[in-house]
């Protein structure tokens, strides 16, 4: 079992549909990622939260729309998205500014846009 | 700038074979360094760490050393299952801030 939770393991939308991904953690970790993921490739990283505070946005499309309401939950909204966006999202969790310290993964969610 | 060079696969081995997959990394200061594994269906799971040189992580059966004048860290496991067929990630995260950067896999294969 991961320490990350993502919600729902599942997802097929159709390109004008509105739809989000949901992320937990209980280990107090203080920063948090979103990481999508095409098949056989490494993640790519999307953005980046550090204490609920957005730190990192990769040049990603307005169509995906991150939010950190407290220090447990992430979310990613999800608006009118191309079938190109038809991956594996990955949430991660870690130790803010420790930089020892690994990120924990979710089993993410499998995005398909039909 | 900060990257990781992971060796290509796929990879197929015979059960209880030797495992070796390279990786070495471009950072600046001392970053610490990640094996990660995916099974298929399955987020990324981590496999073992080093935080400093000549730190040795091991899990499961597998080992790798941190090498600083090597600048590496490759993953061995001296006598793999069916078990371990997954994609292994090498990964660093730098000595300040809160991104990580990772290889592009290898796909392990074992067959019985």
């Known amino acids: 079992d991961t320490e990350v939770t993502q919600t729902p393991k599942h997802l097929v939308m159709g390109m004008t549909n509105k739809k989000s991904l949901k992320c937990e953690q209980h280990m107090g970790h203080r920063a948090m990622y979103w990481y999508k993921q095409k098949a056989k490739k490494p993640p790519e990283l999307m953005f980046v939260?550090?204490?609920?505070?957005?730190?990192i946005n990769e040049s990603v499309p307005s169509r995906f729309s991150p939010e950190c309401p407290n220090s447990s939950l992430l979310n990613l909204h999800l608006h009118a998205l191309q079938p190109e966006d038809s991956a594996l999202y990955l949430c991660?969790?870690?130790?803010?500014?420790?930089?020892?310290?690994?990120?924990?993964f979710g089993d993410g969610t499998r995005l398909s846009i039909l | 700038g900060n990257s990781v060079t992971q060796m290509e696969g796929p990879v197929t081995l015979s059960e209880e074979a030797f495992l070796t997959i390279n990786c070495t990394y471009t950072a600046t200061g001392y970053p610490s360094l990640f094996w990660y594994v995916q099974y298929p269906g399955e987020g990324l799971q981590l496999l073992l760490k080093a935080t400093k040189a000549d730190d040795k992580g091991s899990n499961k059966g597998f080992e790798a050393t941190y090498r600083k004048e090597t600048t590496s860290f490759h993953l061995e496991k001296g006598s793999v299952q069916v078990s371990d067929s997954a994609v292994y990630f090498c990964?660093?995260?730098?000595?300040?801030?809160?991104?990580?950067?990772f290889g592009t896999g290898t796909s392990l294969t074992v067959i019985p």
């Open positions: 991660a969790s870690s130790h803010g500014g420790q930089s020892n310290q690994p990120q924990h």
């Open positions: 990964a660093l995260r730098r000595i300040t801030g809160n991104q990580f950067y």
């Open positions: 939260y550090s204490y609920e505070k957005l730190s």
